[in-house]
């Protein structure tokens, strides 16, 4: 049972990793637009977070160092400092985004103004950071959020073709503007592969103080367990996208229509469920942003940190992770969609996205460092692989981004 709930960590990564409010829409535009064409690309990012987020954990465990220790041993100070300045940047925008996207979405369930819901949204997450222990904030926003699986469930009754959405799991032009096309897939890609995600995971590897003999299971059933949940997630929004809103010539461009499908198939209850995940999804990627952020500066200057330490104990950390809070709000007191934010974040978020995982599989084929635990044949395969995915990535998404006017051609 203790193993079963230390899962916890990859269930709030994932959930919170994988479906924030830009993804929400994002995927559901994949679905309304595409059908099941796109289903490949979710895939390949699935494979490609799981791959890297196992590593992550595996070198973590060993070296006892997290991802930003590694990048900051492994570069010149030139490259540091850009992959640092670059994920703070990124982290700060895409807390943003969710902030922005908390209050969109209690709207749904409020009549309360707009600007009132995200100071309710902010000062709620700072308050139950404060108080709340790290596997205490794990388990609440990662197994409150499995509520948002309701729209994969909805999927299931809309009865779609299902061997049409196995066909789309190979990647096919098929119809529809195919520079729009490509510009969803790769922005489907890049969410999976957010590096917040393997921020907030190798730190939170630290924070449960992991050993390589007694929870190498426990990284492994993270990794793949967890992410799995967020893929089928994903692919229950794509699907009901395809089935609901396709058809009907439906353009997803607020945050209750991804969540529409709960309504139609599960009714009200239904809808209550997936709203409830979606605040909780969105809650927790606010929060892995804004720790990755603070895990970021810390393990960079070499200052002490961690949510396990009292808070006054480790004060630089606890300073700049309650910054991030307050000025990812106050970017959305501007008047910032969060949706458009957060489309900007994932996109942009590719700048960095070489940079960060780069270093971790260098350091997990080191044989002296890592011992027995180096990366093997098929780790070693597979990890270059998703980085060559990677580096295309990071060179088409903004160029496609710029051509199709954020897939509006």
């Not at 992550?56 to 220790?69: D, L, N, S």
Request: aromatic share 12%; proline share 4%; glycine share 10%.
């Amino acid at each position: 049972m203790k193993k079963f709930l230390e899962i916890g960590l990859g269930i709030m990564v994932a959930m919170g990793g994988f479906i924030d409010i830009g993804d929400l829409v994002f995927s559901t535009q994949a679905g309304a637009n595409f059908g099941y064409q796109l289903l490949w690309a979710l895939a390949v990012g699935v494979l490609g977070i799981i791959v890297y987020a196992e590593m992550c954990g595996r070198v973590t465990m060993v070296t006892k160092k997290p991802v930003f220790e590694v990048i900051r041993d492994h570069y010149n100070a030139r490259w540091g400092w850009t992959t640092l300045v670059g994920s703070l940047m990124l982290n700060v925008l895409t807390c943003a985004a969710e902030i922005g996207g908390i209050a969109l979405a209690l709207q749904l369930l409020s009549d309360l103004p707009y600007n009132l819901l995200i100071t309710i949204a902010a000062l709620s997450l700072i308050l139950i950071v404060w108080v709340l222990p790290f596997k205490g904030i794990e388990r609440l926003f990662g197994y409150v959020g499995l509520g948002l699986l309701a729209i994969a469930v909805a999927a299931i009754k809309l009865q779609p073709d299902w061997g049409s959405a196995a066909h789309g799991l190979l990647p096919t032009l098929g119809s529809g503007n195919h520079l729009d096309y490509f510009y969803f897939a790769i922005g489907i890609i890049a969410a999976t592969l957010m590096p917040y995600e393997i921020y907030f995971y190798s730190s939170g590897a630290v924070e449960e103080k992991w050993k390589p003999k007694a929870d190498m299971i426990v990284n492994r059933a993270n990794s793949i367990i967890g992410f799995l949940l967020g893929g089928v997630a994903v692919a229950g929004i794509i699907i009901a996208s395809a089935e609901l809103l396709k058809p009907a010539s439906i353009d997803p461009q607020f945050v209750g229509t991804p969540l529409l499908p709960a309504l139609v198939t599960l009714g009200k209850a239904g809808l209550a469920l997936a709203i409830l995940g979606a605040v909780f999804t969105i809650s927790g990627a606010a929060i892995e942003t804004c720790f990755s952020g603070a895990y970021n500066l810390s393990q960079f200057l070499g200052w002490k940190w961690g949510k396990h330490e009292d808070q006054f104990k480790v004060p630089r950390f606890t300073i700049t992770w309650i910054a991030i809070f307050v000025l990812a709000a106050l970017i959305i007191f501007t008047g910032a969609d969060p949706i458009t934010v957060t489309e900007y974040a994932v996109i942009f978020s590719v700048v960095v996205m070489p940079l960060s995982y780069w270093p971790m599989l260098r350091m997990a084929q080191n044989k002296p460092m890592m011992g027995k635990y180096t990366n093997k044949l098929f780790a070693n395969t597979m990890g270059w692989l998703f980085f060559v995915v990677i580096c295309i990535v990071s060179l088409a998404a903004v160029p496609l981004m710029i051509i199709t006017n954020r897939g509006q051609l």
